[in-house]
């Protein structure tokens, strides 16, 4: 190649880098350091690399060529739990969840992952959680490990500490799960009870499914006590969250497609979620379409159709519910409370259970330290967050943690379990405590 | 880069945790919060004590390094921009509360020290530290004093330097000198108290302060005034201070600023009106209560559409933490938000108000403005693109020109934020040729090599400046260098 030749592709491997990582949102940020104390990372660690203004600083930098795709920006990157509480504090409005979705899929473009590694998220990003037969053969498999005295034997033989020990910290606080006797039964639609309102769809989620298969259950009768027709949508699969914070937004959007064809084919107008971290993601598809001349408007379509749980129940009226004992304190979900900005409906419905003593938690829109897979991938820094965490959610006395999102509950159980408060304290998913009421 | 020799000795004194000297590490240190200014330093080190303070300091003057110390970043002068390159010290570690001394009425801290946090624990204890900058929820106080920081209640309580009475800090030859103390009555010598406060980093590294408390005002109210015009609110300020009221906060928020407030906060702000007044009164209840009635008063004779007092504390406190997002809220407009800081005497603030209006409109710059009316501490503030050169030339010289007419009328090019590299051509325009050689002069016998934060406070080339007075048109014969002069701006490591 010419020297000019040379240029101009590196003048467009700038250009098509800019645009990659959002270019024009990044010059947004004018550097006000509003961010740094909604920070979890940087309040932990005090360091610049570590907050939402560094990370956008050297995002800026690398998108201009001024700075390599290094492993230091590799792991400055995914040391973000992309909580998205700068988002809420920005006065300025920059959009950082989307920012760092566009750094990660630079990294991964970018850089050389070792093959165990690329191994292990081929399987489980592609072959396994976008699958729902595969999903349903883990829960099975699963099962058998809790109930055939496996886990009894794997914990009591030390076999876990083979197993690295975010794993193994992570395993103690796996719910039991549902039984593959249970999961048949389950039918493919659910009444409302007593004056029908409207029809909805359940978004199931694919973890959710797997781990939390009762907390769907206990969400479909939820809404059907709340006066909704519930169709569990046929063809969905998981949402694509995990893939865009991972950085292969390729697989994210195919997700998406097949998403948005099922909700097509289903003739629903509603669709709901119970995951503050899915639900992000659903109203977010319009804009990973964004430009597309065949999908960005049926993705429109598709996110004005999304609603969390809590954001469709707080409009319906309350039926009648059943007093329960409890001293209760809510941890947002991040992706609900910045993502969604859902913050007052959860408080509301708990407070709408006779007899329940609600209790705020001090910062409880601060991050847990689950954040997706991060306490795997970063399990120091998650467990740092989250005693933290436990230390507030200890001082409020309470003897029920509600939360709204798969990867909150299990932290959150991780959290009690680490804390020594098992006998004080349990952790449950909002639906669960709602349909208790309602029940 | 760092000499390998040096990251050896650094790491020995902080523990190699503390010293980061990547490019990304560097990358991170290399701007604040004021926009156009970068510039990459060699390293960065955070020390956790004085004693390591001072021995990074004594290697930095035996190797000629320079040294840029910062807090969390949030200035607006480019005072913490590396600009000469060296070694930053990063003193966000050091923030712990030594004590809050409720008999002597004072509070002894690090530089580290979050401001909102500072005044959440002397708060508790009933007692109060008035200096509130806009960025009071990241700022440090060792930031607050290098920069002698205002904020929303300079009016009434005056700035950091009215409040800070005593201080550690280590010289650029590595020797720990303390200033003041407790007592209230210390007239020993020179003041180097006062000198540091407000230094800028310029001649020693902040490590301790010992700051005045006063009784906390028993209670307080907010209240809300609606112009449909600027110039209105403007004589509603004059009127008020000239009928002796003193009240704790006044603040100015014309339209633009109101909208993109609003958009944020959404409080109900009213987006149609040409200006706000958010007035504060605190004290004695009945004093707090006449004053607001009489400001009310004033407010509506002088053209005030409405007025309204906030219901609860807590609706205050609201319409206040909306002022603070001002200026970044304004970013929502455009990429690159350039806020200033000319300031007049508050007799003068319609004349200033319109002047700046009138010179925005002769450069066809979009400049909204918003500020502290109550001390004539105005925040003309610019929304541009930086990628746009021949704009951003147009926004200097209106901002030049806004200088010179703060200036003109007895005011001065900073009210709160320093000088730094932003304003340092136009120091000598408020101090003198004389003022910058005492101030010069200063700086030779403390730092004689010349290594603490150099590139800042002292324009470096002779050139012509404006004169000012003597009947003589305000002559300007330079054009003002994009940057400021700052030649290395953005240059980043490849």
Known sequence: ?439 | MLKPQVAKELKAIVGSNWLLDTPEDCLAYSYDATPLYQSMPDGVVMPGTVEEVAAIVKVCAREGIKIVSRGSGSNLSAGTVPVEGGLVVVLTRMNQIVEIDSDNLTATFEPGVITAHLHREVEKLGLFYPPDPGSMNVSTLGGNIAECAGGLRGLKYGVTKDYIMGLQAVLPNGEILRTGGKSAKDVAGYDLTKLLVGSEGTLAVITEATAKLIPLPESKRTMLASFRDLTGSARAVSRIIAERIIPATMEFLDNGTIRVVEDFARIGLPVDMGAILMIEQDGPESVVERDIQRMADICRKEGAVEVSVANSPEEGAKLMQARRFALSALARISPTTILEDATVPRARLAEMVEQVNVIAKKYGVNICTFGHAGDGNLHPTCMTDERDKEEIHRVEQAFEEIFLAAIKLGGTITGEHGVGMAKMNYLSLKVGETGIEVMKSLKQAIDPQNIMNPGKLFAKDTRRRVVIGGGAAAEQSVSHQHGNGCECNEHTAG
């Open chain 1, 1 to 439: 190649m010419s020297t000019q030749q040379v240029e101009t592709a590196s003048q467009n491997g700038i250009l098509q880098m800019m645009e990659t990582m959002h270019y024009d949102d990044i010059l947004n940020c004018m550097r006000c350091g509003f961010c740094l104390s909604a920070c979890p990372t940087y309040r932990e660690t005090g360091r610049e690399t570590a907050s939402p203004r560094g990370r956008i600083a050297m995002m800026k930098a690398v998108a201009t060529g001024q700075l390599d795709v290094s492993e230091k920006f590799d792991s400055d990157m995914y040391f973000c739990l992309g909580c998205r509480a700068c988002e809420t504090a920005c006065p300025a409005g920059v959009p950082y969840g989307t920012l760092l979705e566009g750094a990660r899929e630079v990294v991964e473009e970018n850089r050389k992952r070792p093959l165990i590694t690329r191994i292990i998220r081929h399987v489980a990003m592609k072959k396994l959680i976008p699958q729902a037969k595969r999903m349903e053969q883990v829960s099975r498999l699963l099962y058998f490990y809790q109930r055939s005295g496996l886990r009894r034997l794997a914990r009591s033989s030390g076999l876990m500490k083979l197993l690295p020990k975010s794993m193994a910290e992570m395993e103690k606080a796996v719910p039991e799960v549902a039984s593959p006797a249970a999961r048949k039964e389950r039918k493919r639609m659910l009444p409302a009870k007593g004056e029908k309102r409207l029809t909805v769809g359940l978004f199931t989620g694919c973890v959710m499914d797997v781990m939390f298969f009762d907390t769907n259950e206990a969400t479909a009768k939820l809404l059907s006590a709340f006066g909704c027709d519930v169709v569990y949508m046929e063809g969905q699969t998981c949402c694509g969250a995990l893939h865009a914070h991972a950085g292969d937004k390729q697989e994210a959007k195919q997700l998406a497609k097949q998403n948005i064809e099922a909700f097509e084919q289903s003739g629903i107008d509603v669709l709901i979620n119970n995951a503050g971290g899915c639900g992000a993601a659903l109203k977010e598809y319009h804009h990973w379409f964004h430009g597309d001349p065949e999908w960005e408007e049926r993705a429109e379509r598709f996110v004005a159709a999304q609603r969390d749980m809590n954001e469709l129940l707080a409009t319906l009226p309350v039926p009648k519910m059943r007093s329960l004992p409890y001293r209760v304190t809510y941890q947002d979900s991040c992706h609900l409370a910045h993502g969604q900005k859902i913050r007052l409906q959860p408080r509301e419905l708990i407070q709408s259970i006779p007899g329940i003593e609600y209790v705020e938690l001090p910062e409880a829109d601060r991050c847990c330290g689950s954040a997706g897979i991060y306490n795997l991938t970063n399990f120091d820094m998650s467990m740092q967050i989250l005693d933290g965490k436990m230390k507030q959610v200890e001082g409020t006395k309470a003897n029920l943690v509600v939360t709204s999102n798969p990867g909150c509950l299990l932290q959150m159980r991780a959290g009690i379990q680490r804390a020594g408060l098992e006998g004080q304290m349990r952790a449950v998913h909002i639906a669960d405590l709602l349909y208790e009421a309602v029940e």
